[in-house]
């Protein structure tokens, strides 16, 4: 079994069995850097990708009202994450884009809601 590589986050390295991808910031040669974002996991289906959704609330100074807002990200799931399901909390990083919609990479899986 391969040793992870220290990414420079404060995460827990997964202590998964790695396929052998170069797409893993773990085990892999990916690099990761830039923001960190945490959001819900929404779709799954997609070969080794899901998308994660984000909400803020955002004020309407003319209506004295707040709205809510909703952002999906596509991103990269490595095999050594493990399993994730529609309503995990996930951490993504940015990494190079690895397609046209592509550019985040999950870095831990916290499960359900909290």
């Known amino acids: ?29 990916l690099r990761v850097r830039g923001q960190i ?16 959704e984000r909400q803020r609330i955002r004020s309407m100074k003319k209506y004295e009202r707040y709205e809510k807002r909703t952002s999906a990200l596509s991103a990269h799931l490595p095999n050594c994450i493990g399993n994730v399901e529609v309503g995990d909390r996930v951490k993504l990083m940015e990494c190079r884009p690895l397609s046209k919609t592509v550019s985040f990479c999950v870095i831990e899986n916290n499960g359900g809601d909290v």
Do not use: K
Not at 12 to 26: K, L, Q, V, Y
């Open 37 to 52: 974002i945490e959001g819900t996991v929404s779709r799954l289906g997609m070969n080794d990708s899901i998308v994660v």
């Open 1 to 29: 079994m391969a040793t992870p590589r220290d990414i420079g986050v404060d995460v827990i390295a997964p202590e998964s069995d790695w396929d052998g991808s170069e797409n893993c910031p773990f085990y892999g040669s």
